[in-house]
């Protein structure tokens, strides 16, 4: 079985990380598997991204999962998508939102939902949640095995 691969730009090809997410070109290919429920994770421990007023980095791990339909997300542009928050200054809310709208909007999942853990700024971690609704009924959906934040013990 081979994944059609007609009209991607940048797997294969050497592209500069994109400078802003809004610029930044999400690519999708064609889920082989259409009809069957079953779960995509992509974990990125090392996001990052700049406080929007103070401009001093922020460093999240991030864990999205999706149960897709018709398409599944091209991870090199996924990882150019999450690169371009580098030098991008957002609040940590507005970054996990977006990463997961940005991908519901390019693939129409069946079900996506991302975990946010974002180390603690000020001494206060923030974590942040959010999915498009429940998950079909079935589905085994693992843990997304990130622990809460302990400081140092």
Request: include cysteine.
């Amino acid at each position: 079985m081979t994944t059609d691969v007609t009209g991607l730009t940048q797997l294969g090809a050497h592209v500069e990380a994109p400078k802003t997410p809004e610029e930044a070109v999400m690519e999708r290919v064609p889920s082989p598997h259409k009809g069957t429920h079953y779960v995509v994770r992509f974990t990125a421990p090392e996001f990052t991204s700049l406080c929007p007023m103070t401009g001093q980095p922020d460093f999240a791990h991030l864990v999205i999962d999706y149960i897709p339909r018709d398409w599944l997300v091209e991870s090199k542009s996924l990882k150019l998508f999450l690169t371009s928050f580098r030098n991008h200054g957002a609040f940590h809310e507005d970054c996990s939102v977006y990463v997961a709208k940005r991908l519901v909007d390019l693939l129409d999942p069946e079900w996506l939902r991302i975990g946010a853990y974002w180390y603690p700024r000020g001494g206060i971690p923030i974590d942040v949640f959010w999915q498009t609704g429940p998950a079909p009924e079935g589905v085994w959906l693992p843990d997304q095995g990130v622990p809460g934040y302990r400081g140092r013990g």
